[in-house]
């Protein structure tokens, strides 16, 4: 048996479509520019207070540099479209950013408000304009006026901070205390009807002065404040820190105007700003609850029972004390 052997032709082998045979040069310094812009956007950190808007910015500009590279250099529709999109992707951002820096403007009547009472908090100003801008009005009230009568006006309806002016506080007639301005209105109501609504007001409050207050409606403040954890604990923490004040008016009521504004000026009967803030952040119940400082006692608020109302605020005559003499037998 013989075996031919045929010759067996070699087919060229095909180079790889995707494999690169030639380097082209490198491309224009815009191209190199616009993607080193892009690189410095993404490496700017994030503890830096305006990294946002910066990334966007540069992002802005490589997109920029990229579009007249393709554009003039390339002549390629592609790359000039996609960067064009990129670009006002960025700036719609870009614009939303400064949009939201902008300067709040808050209500002349409200700025003593809030540098008094909500900045100390870290409030910031557009959340206080949010609180402030929806449901609350500012009404006034002229001398003589009354804002609440005891066992008649009902304390579900509203809550308030004084703004200008000067208001007196009595039960009975008699007089208990004052309520002076950038201070709460209704804050023992407040929270002692939290739990109990249909209440009355115990005490009369009447403007001594022309008064200006703000007045928030309680039903949408209550709705408002539990969608907003850390408002929620700012306002038990001022609610609490007003009724302390109240307090120490109300044990003394011999406090000249001078007296009670500056001790409401002090922090104090809690810990520090910071502090209480911190455990706010935290989710503490700082804010919502008076601490008590070394060496401070507070005095608990008993009910008058009916038969004594007419007379508490009459002096009490000296009591007499009989002592028996102790005697002592001895069993021998």
């Given at each position: 048996m013989s075996c031919k052997t045929g010759n067996i032709s070699r087919i060229p082998a095909v180079?790889?479509?995707?494999?690169?045979?030639?380097?082209?040069?490198?491309?224009?310094?815009?191209?190199?520019?616009?993607n080193l812009s892009l690189l410095l956007g993404l490496v700017i950190p994030t503890t830096l207070?305006?990294?946002?808007?910066?990334?966007?910015?540069?992002?802005?500009?490589?997109?920029?540099?990229?579009?007249?590279?393709?554009?003039?250099?390339?002549?390629?529709?592609?790359?000039?479209?996609?960067?064009?999109?990129?670009?006002?992707?960025?700036?719609?951002?870009?614009?939303?950013?400064?949009?939201?820096?902008?300067?709040i403007k808050i209500d002349r009547e409200l700025r003593s408000v809030y540098k008094r009472m909500f900045e100390p908090l870290h409030v910031q100003e557009a959340l206080f304009q949010r609180l402030t801008g929806q449901f609350?009005?500012?009404?006034?009230?002229?001398?003589?006026?009354?804002?609440?009568?005891?066992?008649?006006?009902?304390?579900?309806?509203?809550?308030?901070?004084?703004?200008?002016?000067?208001?007196?506080?009595?039960?009975?007639?008699?007089?208990?205390?004052?309520?002076?301005?950038?201070?709460?209105?209704?804050?023992?109501?407040?929270?002692?009807?939290?739990?109990?609504?249909?209440?009355?007001?115990q005490v009369t409050i009447v403007a001594e002065e022309n008064c200006k207050f703000l007045c928030w409606s309680r039903e949408r403040l209550t709705y408002f404040l539990e969608s907003d954890s850390f408002l929620n604990e700012v306002f038990r923490y001022l609610i609490g820190k007003d009724i302390t004040n109240k307090l120490y008016s109300l044990?003394?009521?011999?406090?000249?105007?001078?007296?009670?504004?500056?001790?409401?000026?002090?922090?104090?009967?809690?810990?520090?700003?910071?502090?209480?803030?911190?455990?706010?952040?935290?989710g503490g119940s700082a804010g919502s609850s008076l601490q008590k400082s070394p060496g401070t006692k507070?005095?608990?608020m008993k009910p008058i029972e009916e038969g004594m109302e007419d007379d508490v605020f009459k002096e009490s005559a000296p009591s007499k004390s009989h002592h028996k003499p102790n005697t002592s037998t001895e069993e021998v």
């Open positions: 180079p790889n479509a995707t494999s690169c045979q030639e380097w082209e040069q490198a491309h224009h310094l815009l191209f190199h520019l616009g207070g305006l990294h946002m808007i910066l990334l966007r910015l540069l992002l802005m500009t490589g997109c920029s540099l990229l579009i007249t590279w393709a554009t003039l250099y390339r002549c390629n529709l592609d790359v000039m479209v996609w960067n064009v999109v990129f670009l006002v992707v960025n700036f719609m951002h870009f614009f939303f950013l400064l949009y939201k820096r902008r300067p609350c009005t500012i009404q006034t009230l002229k001398k003589g006026q009354a804002y609440a009568a005891e066992d008649k006006t009902s304390v579900d309806e509203r809550l308030s901070i004084l703004l200008k002016g000067k208001m007196k506080v009595s039960y009975r007639g008699h007089f208990l205390h004052n309520i002076y301005t950038n201070s709460f209105i209704d804050s023992p109501e407040f929270r002692s009807t939290e739990m109990h609504r249909g209440e009355k007001f044990n003394d009521p011999t406090l000249s105007d001078k007296a009670v504004k500056k001790m409401d000026r002090q922090p104090s009967l809690t810990n520090d700003t910071d502090d209480v803030l911190n455990q706010i952040l935290r507070t005095s608990m």
